[in-house]
């Protein structure tokens, strides 16, 4: 499957993001006439090469001519792009400005989606920073033309190569303090660290004194990384290096795999419960319960537990979404009062439902493929019904196929 990585060992930022996957889409144009479907003005983008400690990027600079459509001065993540504090202006949009400007657009209904979804996360971290609601706060994080140009570019591009995955290295971020809008600030910013508080995202400070995630790239890397780990195995066919506007001592860079990674069914959950004191018509009625509510398999293992006792292990499998709902049905139709589970890989031939003539009348089968070879295993239901209506044995069935 169509595989994206980012490297973000050095960070991580808006228009880092903008810059690596331009490498990877290879059509600049492209992001600028989408870009125009928003329909706002006040801006330019100059996209240019960049060397960060002997390595080339692309560098993506968003130029506030200093007033957007509405004649107001609007500058984003100070801490970003440098803007001082003269420039900024007291009125800002808020959650629903930015919205809106998406929803106006003749935007792809995808790109809107996604593009939404990051600037949600940047909003309801900025609306507990500051104790407001989302009604209430405006924010010059969110309603700058920087920051629509990065998350829009992002989820423009994002939609144009189509991964079927996307995954992340443990995010690094710096120390220290940074100037910004609201003062001097700590490093991880209060933005930022309340974005990965609400996300599954994995995040370290390293030896680095400032700061390498902006809350725009937190929230881009938290909505968009399905899992947070070393480079997996891939064939890898480009390689995005987006560039930032830091001289450090470490590239400041954002590296962006792009290839193709074997499948795999990291969504397979094996569940196991112990039980001995719970009868057979009870484990009986739950396995039936489980099956109809998804899961995969159902089976029961003879065991002896403490004291010599004899029992049953329960084992379910079922997909990474059902194991909540199974577990539900689990302690509510059992004794158990623990369950323990695990993510399991597997490997699934390619499979189809037939039927076969036979002399008998019609015979439902599997057709399974391995290799080229097909294997043809006949269903126990149809065999059964066969049996049954020409009064004959179920292993003369089994000869037919």
Request: net charge negative; with cysteine.
């Amino acid at each position: 499957m169509n595989t994206l990585y980012f490297d973000c060992s050095s960070g991580i930022s808006g228009n880092m993001v903008l810059g690596a996957l331009l490498e990877i889409v290879e059509d600049k144009n492209y992001l600028l006439e989408e870009l125009k479907k928003l329909n706002i003005n006040g801006y330019k983008i100059e996209i240019s090469k960049k060397v960060k400690n002997g390595i080339t990027g692309t560098y993506v600079d968003v130029i506030i001519d200093g007033k957007d459509e509405y004649g107001r001065i609007h500058h984003l993540e100070e801490s970003e792009h440098h803007h001082s504090q003269e420039q900024h202006h007291h009125e800002h949009r808020n959650l629903r400005d930015v919205n809106e400007i998406i929803d106006n657009s003749s935007l792809k209904e995808d790109v809107k989606d996604l593009a939404k979804r990051i600037f949600l996360r940047v909003a309801k971290a900025e609306s507990k920073v500051h104790n407001k609601t989302l009604e209430e706060v405006h924010f010059h994080e969110v309603g700058a033309i920087d920051s629509i140009v990065d998350i829009v570019g992002t989820a423009i591009l994002i939609k144009k190569i189509n991964p079927d995955k996307i995954i992340s290295s443990i995010v690094n971020d710096g120390y220290g303090f940074i100037e910004c809008a609201h003062g001097t600030m700590s490093v991880p910013v209060p933005a930022t660290s309340e974005i990965f508080a609400e996300s599954d995202v994995k995040f370290r400070q390293i030896d680095i004194d400032t700061e390498l995630v902006t809350p725009t790239g937190a929230a881009i890397i938290s909505e968009l990384a399905e899992e947070f780990t070393n480079l997996p195995a891939m064939v890898t066919e480009k390689i995005g290096w987006g560039a930032g506007y830091k001289e450090l001592k470490i590239p400041n860079i954002l590296k962006v795999y792009y290839g193709k990674m074997e499948k795999q069914n990291e969504d397979f959950v094996v569940m196991e419960t112990n039980v001995d004191d719970c009868n057979g018509e009870i484990l009986g009625y739950t396995q039936e319960l489980l099956f109809k509510n998804g899961a995969l398999d159902v089976f029961y293992t003879p065991i002896f537990m403490k004291k010599n006792r004899p029992a049953y292990r329960l084992t379910v499998a079922c997909k990474k979404e059902d194991i909540y709902k199974l577990q539900n049905i689990i302690f509510k139709e059992t004794t158990t009062i623990g369950i323990r589970y695990r993510f399991e890989y597997r490997t699934e031939l390619g499979r189809e439902m037939t039927e076969l003539d036979t002399k008998y009348g019609k015979l439902k089968v599997k057709k399974v493929i391995n290799n080229g070879e097909t294997y043809v295993y006949p269903e126990y239901e149809s065999m059964k019904e066969l049996a049954e209506k020409n009064n004959i044995p179920l292993k003369e069935l089994y000869k037919l196929t």
